[in-house]
């Protein structure tokens, strides 16, 4: 999970919380989300630290959303305990079917992410700062707004947000598919923990503490793997791996909830 979601940038959070509502049936949906929320920022951080090394990680774009993103994902945290079992199944199915409806039906043009080619370090890489220069300041605002309420459902679902966040940026900010794979992990380290010190201050992480601790461990090594695996795997099989890792997700949970 730590691999692949690196790989993607999507965190691995639509991987952890199927394993999980699969595993404990019997969990709430606010247990299952601060387990898997507490595992994405492991993941997240081990990858960024792996990105920065690569100078693939737009900076301003990152730290901008973020900001816009903590009261979303602070938010969406509280908000958990209101859902039902059966609500959170379905709701979080479709989401995942909508996403990869949408990444397979429009495909996201992807430039300088050739298999062999190898990034300048950051600052001087021209996929993070002479692209922030490049950027309208109009769309830095409605990418902050959009960050706002990818930070609200993605931590209410549990799920990291990267699996909304990289389309985004690819789409509005023409983003090369492996910056903004990059950029996104860096938002969702820090989009997650915010919302899993809101699930420690509820008490509510209690309840996962070794579960998590269990999980961390593997997706910590996982996401340098992930990383590493980038440089030889191009942006539109990123692309398709993600659309169809999507699909087939959101299917076998809204399976689940119907029964």
């Known amino acids: 999970m730590g691999t692949y979601g690196t790989l993607i940038g999507a965190g691995g959070g639509f991987l952890v919380v199927p394993l999980l509502l699969v595993l404990y049936q019997a969990e709430d949906p606010e247990i299952i989300t601060s387990i898997s929320l507490a595992v994405i920022a492991f993941n997240a951080l081990s990858g960024s630290v792996a990105y920065a090394r690569m100078g693939r990680i737009n900076y301003k774009a990152g730290i901008l959303f973020s900001i816009a993103a903590i009261p979303g994902a602070v938010l969406g945290a509280l ?34 992410t050739s298999r062999k080619k190898t990034l300048p370090p950051y ?25 706002f309420f990818v930070g609200y459902l993605s931590s209410m679902l549990g799920i990291g947000g990267g699996i909304i966040h990289v389309p985004v940026l690819v ?15 860096f938002i969702l380290a820090v989009m997650a923990l915010s919302g899993t010190i809101v699930h420690v201050v509820t008490g509510t992480f209690y309840h ?17 793997a992930g990383a590493a695996l980038s440089e030889h795997v191009s942006g539109s099989w990123i692309i398709r791996g ?15 909830a119907l029964l």
């Open 79 to 112: 908000s958990t305990a209101l859902l039902s079992r059966l609500a959170f199944d379905t709701m979080f199915g479709l989401l995942l079917i909508i996403s990869s409806a949408y990444l397979l039906i429009h495909p996201i043009g992807v430039r300088n």
């Open 171 to 185: 789409r509005l900010l023409d983003f090369p598919v492996h910056c903004a794979t990059a950029t996104s992990h």
């Open 242 to 256: 993600l659309a169809v890792a999507l699909g087939v997700v959101g299917l076998r949970l809204l399976f689940i």
């Open 123 to 147: 600052p001087h890489n021209p996929l993070t700062s002479d692209h922030s220069r490049a950027i309208h300041r109009d769309k830095f605002t409605v990418g902050m707004v959009l960050s």
């Open 208 to 224: 996962g503490l070794h579960r998590t601790i269990a999980l961390s461990i593997g997706v910590i090594g996982g996401a340098q």
